[in-house]
């Protein structure tokens, strides 16, 4: 038994390890890591996850030999594929897009030290943004603010006019302004920051919406059923103050009720983004309990 042990491992070679070896697998790490990150702020997370369902089922197929299930996916593999990426098309425009643009060193290596309090806006940012919404409710001047959240929301920021501005109700209610250029369309928001204004977004389709409502609050729910987005829109008929999220709306909100929900948009959290003295303290503890 040992000679038999002994001779299978002597037939076990090392593979050549070189620098070039080691350059291939940070570039694939690398690049793995960032087509998640990709994914984790697009609309391609949930279709992704309908893939990895059908490739389980395939893998199920596979593994109890369903000839007829692997035949029709044999032959309609090529199809699958053009299918994908026609579905991820403007999801591959916009990474390609993006790929020059984006520092890619500081994302990888963070050094930041201490804790620190991250949340999608700031306090100030949702003091500003229910001051500006019941000033404008007060006049029943119609408005439309988008908050993103983690899916990007490119495509409908190309529609409008860039302005990446901070955040005021002055500004906001000056774009709302009647018979101003930037009136019609939406404000898009990313954290404290106005990314563009006169944007167009996607109407809802849902026929439980009350007939009541205008293409303003459709626009809203619509651009909720196409992203987690935080819709804020002020009614110019009656200057009531909805929100639309994950494709509800939610009507007649007062003060309260509006920093209520923004307060849990907002996702605060403390994060202690010290790894490397994290790792430090980690090895200390193990060390002091070795000895």
């Known amino acids: ?4 042990i002994i001779r299978s491992l002597s037939r076990i070679t090392v593979p050549d390890f070189g620098v070039i070896d080691f350059i291939e697998i940070i570039l694939i790490s690398f690049l793995v890591y960032q087509f998640m990150v990709w994914i984790k702020y697009t609309r391609a997370y949930t279709l992704l996850k309908g893939i990895i369902v059908v490739l389980f089922f395939i893998l199920l197929a596979y593994l109890f030999r369903m000839n007829t299930i692997l035949w029709f996916v044999k032959n309609l593999a090529n199809v699958l594929i053009i299918g994908i990426i026609v579905i991820f098309q403007p999801e591959l425009r916009n990474v390609l897009e993006q790929l020059g643009q984006k520092s890619l060193f500081p994302s990888v290596f963070a050094f930041d030290s201490g804790k620190e309090v991250q949340a999608r806006f700031s306090d ?35 529609t409008g006019i860039h302005i990446d501005a901070a955040i005021t109700s002055q500004l906001l209610v000056n774009i709302f302004e009647h018979n101003t250029p930037l009136h019609d369309g939406a404000v898009i928001i990313r954290g404290d920051r106005i990314l563009a204004a006169t944007c167009y977004l996607p109407l809802s389709d849902n026929m439980e919406l009350s007939k009541q409502l205008g293409t303003r609050h459709r626009a809203g729910v619509g651009i909720s059923e196409a992203s987690d987005s935080f819709t804020i829109i002020v009614s110019e008929e009656t200057g009531s103050v909805s929100v639309a999220q994950n494709g509800q709306l939610f009507r007649n909100l007062n003060k309260k009720g509006l920093k209520e929900l923004l307060v849990k948009a907002q996702n605060k959290k403390v994060v202690d983004n010290n790894k490397l003295r ?9 060390e002091e309990k070795a000895n």
Request: proline letters at 0%.
């Open 1 to 4: 038994m040992f000679d038999g």
């Open 124 to 158: 100030k940012t949702m003091t500003e943004l229910v001051k500006a919404t019941f000033d404008m409710a007060a006049v029943k001047t119609g408005a439309l603010i988008v908050l993103e959240n983690d899916i990007r929301l490119n495509e409908y920021i190309r």
């Open 278 to 286: 994290l790792l430090l303290k980690g090895r200390t503890k193990h």
